[in-house]
């Protein structure tokens, strides 16, 4: 054979999710928002109580598939994936006074009626305001870097400090280039410690229950209409408390004219 490669491998064509487990991360997901604390122990025992017998083993890598990890206090929280540069989590005690000073991003898994995507967002972290997303049927860096460039330019100036998870698109050398190339500093969240990026976790909990969860999208062509269509009006026509009843969008532009003035 010209490339030595077995016609076996060839003819291979890898197996997506079976409707079982399909379903199964659809539970998970919904029981992650309920309580991020729970480990595949306690799930497996949740799970028997509703009737659904599934073993540790697999409920372990479904979750990995899905990109979660239970949220807890873990010896050694700086340690790294093998060979990534490490970086500290600047926003501690950090007074964020203006738009731009921070962004924040980060990455979910979106169920649908058969299959699922994840969902990138990078958000402003005085506004909140979300500034590009995009959607991804793999946990690549491609969507993430995509989603970034958009947002730098929409934006009229850089961040000063951005910051993610410890995850892999976000320590990779094709992430890191881009945002130091654009002025950054980057910021990293202890490993598993979700209040490090409050803001971006409480709009996935919002995504899910009032858009996601919802409507139960069919494809990814609905589901990204559905989320374009609810992101807008996140960003323009959703008021919050924290921002004194304003949208993300009003206290992102005003803070651009202050800055200007």
């Known amino acids: 054979m010209l490339l030595s490669v077995p016609r076996s491998t ?29 480990g595949s122990r306690v799930l497996v ?25 239970t949220i807890y206090c873990k010896p050694r929280l700086s340690r790294g994936r093998l060979g ?35 969902l990138v967002a990078i958000m402003d972290w005085y506004s909140r305001k979300v500034l590009a997303w995009r959607l991804s049927n793999t946990l690549s860096e491609d969507f993430c870097l995509e989603a970034f460039r958009e947002a730098l330019r929409k934006s009229p100036e ?35 410690r979700w209040m490090d990026n409050v803001f971006i976790e409480r709009l996935w909990r919002s995504v ?15 589901l990204e209409s559905s989320l374009k269509e609810w992101l807008e009006r996140y960003n323009e026509r959703r008021v919050h408390q924290a921002l004194d009843y304003a949208t993300p969008s009003e206290v992102y532009k005003m803070s651009l004219k202050g800055k200007a003035a």
Not at 45 to 68: D, F, P, T, Y
Not at 163 to 192: H, I, M, P, R, Y
Not at 208 to 221: M, N, P, S
Request: aromatic content about 10%; charged content about 30%.
């Open 10 to 38: 060839l003819r291979y064509e890898p197996k997506g999710l079976s409707e079982e487990d399909r379903k199964l991360c659809d539970r998970f997901d919904k029981l992650f928002l309920e309580a991020p604390c729970m």
């Open 45 to 69: 025992a949740h799970l028997a109580r509703e009737g659904i017998h599934v073993n540790r083993k697999r409920v372990q890598r479904l979750r990995r598939k899905m990109g979660m990890q």
């Open 84 to 118: 990534a540069k490490r970086y500290p989590y600047l926003l501690r005690d950090l007074k964020v006074t203006r738009s731009n000073q921070v962004w924040c991003t980060d990455i979910t898994y979106i169920p649908m009626r058969r299959g699922h995507m994840y």
């Open 158 to 192: 850089a961040p000063e400090i951005v910051n993610t998870d410890q995850g892999s698109q976000f320590t990779g050398e094709g992430w890191l280039a881009v945002v130091e190339g654009c002025g950054a500093k980057v910021s990293q969240d202890g490993k598993g």
């Open 208 to 222: 899910k229950y009032e858009c996601v969860y919802l409507w139960g999208h069919k494809d990814g062509r609905e």
